[in-house]
């Protein structure tokens, strides 16, 4: 699936071990790419790092241990990655969950806005000097076509008063859109081009950590009209290593072509709020040496 020009460079994946994360990893580690894989469980990371090595013959594939439903998990990754002079070439941020009931991360975060946008949106951030070294680079942050008819209701963006679980991951994907729009638009002319993408439904383990109806649900639906994981990953190995986008920024692709999203998603103010939200609740808006390093033009 992949190109052979993402051969020698360094491409870190969240939510790696699963899914179309690690189909992702393997695609690109099949092409000669050095993969950081990002993933909260330690054995699962290495079974999926000698399972990409045994089926790529690429050695060159390295986990980090993070949970990056936690703040500190994801300033524990960058601060990793931002000790090595090496840089990164490719971002792809693929981490995400649906929870049918609300709960909350260490941080005191409602969990799908926390693991879907806010972890996304911090580690983006405070890899920016990583990315620029290895510019021309890239973002790639997974969403879903279930942003469509979602809203930000920025009073209540945690669900503290009424809580949904697909409302709030449909609320999510529609964080991750906006927060692509707005860091294509903040990061012109740097050399780092940000887009995201709809992967499809997909036959995996998502919704399954869900129990009850969820659960159920979700595995007859994907039985009767899921993708493989290989299908579903295809846009995200597509973006992130493909010469046909080179120089394309601030757009949304399905099945590898681009695609048009809500009307909300386009939306200016929604981008500039919920980026300056995400900012305080993130802590990165009193980081001074990046907080104000990205800014519109």
């Known amino acids: 699936m992949a190109n052979a020009s993402i051969s020698g460079k360094t491409v ?3 939510g790696a071990t699963a899914g179309i994360g690690r189909i992702t990893a393997r ?75 609300r ?16 972890a996304p949106f911090l580690l983006t951030n405070l890899l920016l000097d990583a990315l620029k070294r290895r510019a021309p680079s890239r973002v790639v942050t997974v969403s879903s076509d279930a942003h469509r008819g979602a809203t930000m209701d920025f ?3 945690e669900g503290r008063r009424r809580y949904r679980g697909w409302t709030a991951y449909g609320r ?17 002319g740097s050399g780092i081009t940000a887009n995201a993408l709809h992967p499809g439904f ?11 109806f969820m ?4 595995s007859i639906a994907q039985r009767l009209g899921g993708i493989t994981v290989e299908e579903g990953a295809r846009t995200s ?27 909300a998603s386009h939306d200016r103010d929604s981008m500039s709020r919920l980026w300056e939200i995400s900012e305080k609740m993130t802590g990165l808006a009193g980081d001074g040496v990046l907080a104000g390093r990205v800014r519109a033009h």
């Open 12 to 14: 870190l994946i969240t």
């Open 27 to 101: 695609e690109l580690a099949a092409a000669g790419a050095r993969i950081l894989l990002v993933a909260r469980a330690r054995e699962k990371a290495e079974a999926t790092r000698e399972w990409i090595r045994a089926n790529t013959g690429n050695a060159l594939v390295e986990p980090i241990i993070a949970d990056l439903s936690s703040l500190e998990g994801v300033r524990s990754v960058a601060r990793t990655i931002n000790s090595s002079a090496a840089g990164v070439d490719v971002l792809v941020n693929n981490v995400g969950a649906v929870f049918t009931r």
């Open 103 to 118: 709960v909350e991360s260490v941080d005191g975060i409602e969990m799908t806005f926390a693991l879907n946008h806010l």
């Open 155 to 157: 009073d209540d963006l």
């Open 172 to 188: 999510s994907k529609l964080a991750n859109l906006l927060f692509t729009y707005e860091l294509a638009r903040r990061l012109d």
């Open 202 to 212: 997909v036959a995996s383990e998502f919704g399954k950590n869900n129990g009850g």
């Open 215 to 218: 659960r159920t649900a979700m």
């Open 237 to 263: 190995v597509y973006l992130a290593a493909s010469g046909e986008v080179q120089g394309v920024t601030g757009k949304y692709f399905e099945k590898c072509r681009q695609q048009e999203s809500s009307a």
